[in-house]
């Protein structure tokens, strides 16, 4: 282990000592009903067997990962107590928490660990196979401890920073024997968390009630979460101006309805308690295109846009300008200097595209291009339209192509029938969790959310996979800027846009976006105002 | 001659085609008056109506004009509905003739496939034909077509019935005259004045049925259709309800004037069943 | 008994049909870009190429077209439904889930629709061409030209936005525990803007189609005798005229019950209510076959049972009409 990795691990551990309630001023109230927001529905609802914000909003609360994240975005113990990595990163060891039970009684312990670690999460889990990719074997020397060994190494910081989303843990007795992925348990989970599950009727309503046997002592405050179904936007806005609802989360609510709402004095709206789920917009090239596979005409629609116009017109205060597919929130990996920009300015994409030699032709058009837009997302569609927009500008014709989700990801991913896509990506706190998959080339075909672009640079494959193993953290900080520099160099796609999910709480809410994965976290500490 | 004299001595068929008038003039002025792309970045997004001299009827949620969008769109709103309502005629007639005039095996099997279609909610399988085969607007309006003919099949298929017995076919057929010819010279053109006349409740329910489909985001976002600006304005409707409510408007005066205008040419066609 | 056999031969005429539809939809979304699996992965939000492999695998989506539709079509023999991807449970509690919305909007639309139609019929045709009946049919005409996802939108800026009189949407208030009269008030408040909504258009067909059979039956020798014998004019009409004036519009109900239900894909939609036709267009969306052909099968069988209630109902209001002739 070296010198700054025992630092850092002392240092994560204090931060996790320090009471969580005890930022707050005033006195929490035990009681109440959280009331959320549950915009999409979920086919199952157990965070070891599916990674995403759908999943957490509820599993999040019934089970526990091993580690979280604090306010600043270091990991903290949550049933793991302590950790200590090999200096090879071959080997992880984790303590585990004692005297901690799931909610059905029976206790819990490192064969938990070990079972969802192999069973879950390396078979099953989305991002996790592809994070548990060199796993061998979790070892239990005893109930209490967990080593993971891999066959390459590690980086502990990786692993730290993946956890909190990618590290849930499931109940070992419940899950060994049959399908695990027709368990009952999936829909009506079962896990050590603050909150025990008690109903899901599906399309209305899921409920959870006070876990009394918490192995946090006095927590949680709340006595129940109720979560409601409402996907259409425009009802939920409604429920939460009632008090119907008193938490919105992930941007589930429509722009004009953030602005709306951020007026008034009994509502906050916020991206705070989102830092750990950024996502940056994306234009997405086929390069397969020859006309797209020159850099200069990619450079050139990224000239094209005015997205400081586009965000102050469209998307609001909650929106930045993009700087590369390493956010400006993630701290830890993102480089604050040297990183070429792609900034506004049409005379130069007119320069640019006649260079290319895409001159323009008849009614001023240069050439014609087909783009997909994803259908998730309102500011997705509202994008997609200003592309349009502004490509007509320089002389490039944007025929838009609306696609359902599976026609969307059939077509750019697998069929590679697209020009230009424009959809999300989603940073998950280190870049190579699905980040690097972006970029590196030799993605398996149809793997959506993936380097489909038919772009290789063998500059760039060889940085994305020297810093995913690489276990000193200033070297891979390093090759991590080295990363963001290349893609915008080079340009294989365009992140024009970074955007951190909006939260709507309602201002009763107390211990609210504590921690940057607030949505997604337990709820252990948060009470309501009466 | 007197159906024409009919037709114009009624105040509702008037109104109809003034109104169809209306938008068809909407349509041809679009061009002069908005020749700018309707889909364009105009302005500032969500202006009021009147708030800028510019835009009267305001912007939509992505800065474009609703009023060029408003006058191009009724070009998109009577080609959909005429193409369409055409490929349902089509195949209806087409369909409804083989049945009513040769009877049969031939028609038991095509009333079972009419059947079939109206068996399944037409708007669904709408969905389905635009999950398949994408948001173009080549693709909504063949297959608006091809869920509205069932009903032009059945009435086709009922006059052929009631007029393959008529004299002036038998006398027809006795000379040795084709199959095709006793349909298309003979009976057809006796069939077709209701048939015509049901044409215009096919093309208010084309209309209807593109705007749904581009409410739901399943029309093709690259026109400029009223269905889409409805849709558009519903992530806003709490607070701009205008950019919902105004091409609503629109759709609503088109098709009155089409069924008031079919209604007109059903009541001159046929006294006896005018209102009294 | 002879009802029950009746029913059973309608059904038997109606199988070719259904099998016909079925078969049709099955390779028509074979076509689809993209399978189940695809929409699951972007509702997880991501996953490798091996995890889409093994869900294929799973869901038998590796299979042959023709073995699938074979499946399918055996299993459907027992009345199974098979079993839904993107809902994680058998399609048949998933529909019967969804049933009851669906069945109660479209109860209330249609007696909203046929209610109305007749009263305001009725009173166009007594006052034909005065001015009660100038503006019932023009608010016929009015209504059957609106959209009624507009109708819908415009409701819900009216009436819930700005006089907060009914919600905007939902079936009913969640985690407030109503239960028996509280429960039906609140389902009861929560449609009445989808019934409108829905009802709108089947209200202006059924008013016109009052009024002109009103009209034809009043002209008839019957009526005439009737007014001879000196009888009033509301007896004649209740007596004699309504009953026969009401067959094209029971009539109409059996040919609509389709096109109701197609209505209510979008008015669902609008007012996020958990029915049939919201679901009939998310399994659409989500390539989910099993939940969509069931959603077919179950509102087909729906529309040929209206239609079987439709013509025994007719038998009764009609003498000329013997049952199972």
Redesign the interface.
């Known amino acids: 282990m070296t010198a700054l990795n025992r630092r850092d691990t002392l240092l994560l551990g204090a931060a996790g000592m320090i009471p969580t309630g005890a930022m707050a001023q005033e006195t929490p109230r035990k009681g109440g009903v959280l009331t959320v927001h549950f915009a999409t529905e979920q086919r199952i609802l157990n965070p070891s067997l599916q990674a995403s914000t759908g999943v957490y909003i509820v599993g999040g609360k019934i089970q526990e990962a091993l580690v979280d994240l604090d306010n600043d975005g270091n990991p903290v113990p949550v049933l793991a107590e302590s950790w200590k990595s090999s200096p090879d990163g071959k080997t992880h060891t984790f303590k585990l928490r004692q005297g901690v039970t799931w909610h059905d009684g029976k206790p819990f312990t490192s064969a938990d660990v070990a079972f969802t670690a192999m069973e879950m999460w390396k078979k099953i889990l989305n991002y996790g196979t592809t994070l548990q990719q060199f796993l061998t074997a979790v070892e239990t020397p005893d109930a209490h401890t967990a080593v993971f060994k891999y066959e390459r190494p590690m980086p502990q910081g990786l692993l730290l920073r993946a956890l909190p989303d990618l590290g849930y843990i499931s109940p070992k007795h419940i899950y060994e024997t049959g399908d695990i992925r027709q368990n009952p348990a999936n829909t009506a989970p079962i896990g050590t968390g603050p909150f025990k599950f008690v109903q899901y009727e599906r399309g209305q309503f899921i409920i959870a009630e006070r876990n009394t046997n918490y192995w946090r002592p006095e927590l949680p405050y709340l006595d129940r979460v109720v979560w409601r179904v409402i996907s259409d936007r425009a009802a939920a806005a409604a429920q939460m101006e009632a008090g119907q609802i008193l938490f919105s989360p992930y941007s589930s609510l429509a722009i004009s309805d953030f602005q709306r709402l951020s007026r008034d004095a009994r509502f906050e709206v916020t991206t705070k308690g989102n830092e750990g789920n950024a996502r940056t917009n994306t234009v997405e090239f086929n390069h397969r295109n020859p006309v797209l596979a020159d850099v200069r005409v990619r450079k050139a629609i990224g000239h094209a846009l005015n997205i400081p116009f586009f965000i102050e017109n469209f998307l609001g205060t909650f929106a930045k300008v993009g700087t590369g597919p390493i956010p400006s929130v993630s701290t830890a990996y993102y480089p604050t200097s040297g990183i070429p920009q792609i900034g506004y300015d049409v005379a130069l994409a007119n320069r640019l595209l006649d260079e290319a030699g895409q001159r323009r032709g008849a009614g001023g058009v240069r050439f014609s291009v087909r783009l997909l837009p994803a259908p998730w997302g309102e500011d997705i569609s509202l994008f997609a339209t200003y592309l349009q927009q502004s490509l007509q500008q320089v002389g490039i014709r944007v025929e838009i192509v609306r696609l359902d989700a599976a026609g969307f990801l059939r077509s750019v991913y697998n069929d590679w029938s697209f020009d230009l896509a424009t959809g999300w990506h989603q940073y998950r706190n280190d870049p190579a969790v699905s980040t690097t998959v972006w970029y590196r080339s030799g993605q398996p075909k149809g793997a959506p959310w993936t380097n489909q672009w038919g772009w290789q640079s063998d500059a760039m494959d060889r940085t994305i996979d020297d810093a995913a193993t690489e276990v000193d953290p200033a070297r891979r900080r390093a090759l991590y800027a080295e990363f963001q520099k290349l893609a915008q160099t080079d340009v294989p796609i365009l992140t024009p846009i970074e955007q951190i999910f909006v939260s709507v709480f309602n201002k009763r809410v107390r211990n609210a976006a504590n921690n940057p994965r607030w949505a997604s976290s337990s709820w252990h500490d948060t009470w309501l105002a009466s | 001659m007197r159906a024409l004299k009919a037709f114009f001595r009624s105040p ?1 068929a008037i109104i109809g085609l003034l109104l169809v008038l209306a938008v068809v003039a909407m349509g041809l002025a679009a061009p002069l008056l908005y020749p700018n ?1 309707p ?3 105009a302005g ?3 202006q009021w109506p009147g708030a800028n001299p510019r835009f009267p009827l305001g912007t939509d ?3 474009r004009d609703i009023a060029a969008q408003l006058f191009h769109g009724a070009r998109i709103s009577l080609l959909i509905g005429f193409v369409a309502t055409s490929i349902a005629v089509v195949i209806g007639i087409g369909i409804g003739a083989v049945a009513g005039f040769y009877g049969g095996a031939a028609d038991t099997v095509l009333m ?2 009419t ?2 279609f ?7 399988l709408l ?3 635009v ?6 607007m080549e693709v909504v309006t063949v297959a608006i077509g091809l869920v509205s003919w069932p009903p032009v099949a059945r009435l086709t298929r009922a006059e052929f019935l009631s007029l393959r017995t008529r004299e002036f076919v038998y006398a027809a057929r006795i000379q040795g005259l084709p199959d095709w010819h006793l349909i298309f010279r003979e009976v057809l053109p006796n069939a077709l004045p209701p048939v015509i006349v049901y044409a215009s409740v096919v093309m ?1 329910v084309a209309i ?1 049925l593109e ?2 489909l581009a ?4 029309s ?3 026109v400029p259709s009223w ?1 889409n600006l ?1 849709g558009l ?9 205008y950019v ?2 105004i091409p ?1 408007v629109a ?3 088109a ?2 004037g089409v ?2 205008l079919g209604q007109g040419l059903n009541d001159a066609l046929n006294p006896r ?1 005018a ?2 | 008994m002879r009802v029950l056999a009746l029913a059973g031969r309608r059904l038997a005429a109606s199988l070719p049909t259904l099998v016909l539809i079925l078969v049709g939809l099955f390779l028509l979304l074979q076509l689809a870009p993209g399978d189940t699996v695809d929409a699951l992965m972007a509702q997880m939000g991501g996953g490798d190429a091996a995890l889409a492999e093994d869900l294929r695998r799973f869901y038998g989506l590796d299979l042959s077209i023709a073995a699938r539709l074979g499946q399918y079509l055996l299993r459907l023999v027992t009345l199974d439904l098979g079993f839904s991807a993107i809902y994680g449970k058998p399609v048949a509690t998933v529909i019967l889930e969804r049933l009851p919305a669906t069945l109660l909007l479209m109860a209330a639309a249609l007696s909203f629709a046929f209610f109305f139609g007749l009263v305001l019929g009725v009173l166009a045709a007594r006052r034909v061409n005065r001015w009660p009946d100038t503006l019932i049919s023009t608010l016929g005409l009015i209504f059957y030209a609106t959209p009624s996802f507009w109708f819908g939108l415009m409701a819900i800026v009216l009436f819930s936005v700005h006089l907060q009189w009914f919600p905007a949407g939902g079936f009913y208030e969640i985690g407030e525990g109503l239960t028996g009269l509280a429960l039906t008030l609140d389902i009861a408040r929560h449609l009445v803007l989808p019934t409108l909504t829905l009802g709108l258009i089947f209200l202006a067909i059924y008013l016109r189609i009052m009024r002109a059979s009103m009209l034809e039956v009043l002209s008839l020798d019957f009526v005439r005798t009737a007014r001879a014998k000196g009888l009033t004019e509301t007896r004649i009409v209740t007596r004699h005229v309504l009953r026969n004036a009401m067959l094209p519009m029971i009539t109409l109900i059996g040919l609509q019950a389709g096109t109701m239900l197609g209505g209510s894909v979008v008015v669902e939609t609008v007012f996020a209510l958990p029915g049939l036709g919201r679901l009939a267009y998310e399994s659409v969306v989500q390539r989910d076959l099993n939940t969509l052909l069931g959603i077919v099968f179950v509102s087909a069988l729906l529309v040929i049972a209206i239609n079987f209630l439709v013509d025994l109902l007719y038998a009764k209001l009609d003498p000329r009409i013997v049952s199972g002739g």
């Open positions: 509702p792309d889909l364009g970045l500032r997004p969500l949620p992505s800065g079972r496939l059947e079939a109206q068996t399944l909610p037409n708007f669904l969905l389905v034909l999950a398949v085969f994408g948001s173009t208010a209807l705007s749904s409410f739901l985001q399943l093709d976002p690259n269905g409805i304005g519903r992530s806003v409707l709490r607070t701009e309800w919902s409510a609503g759709i609503l005066l098709i009155l069924s008031l069943l209102p009294r």
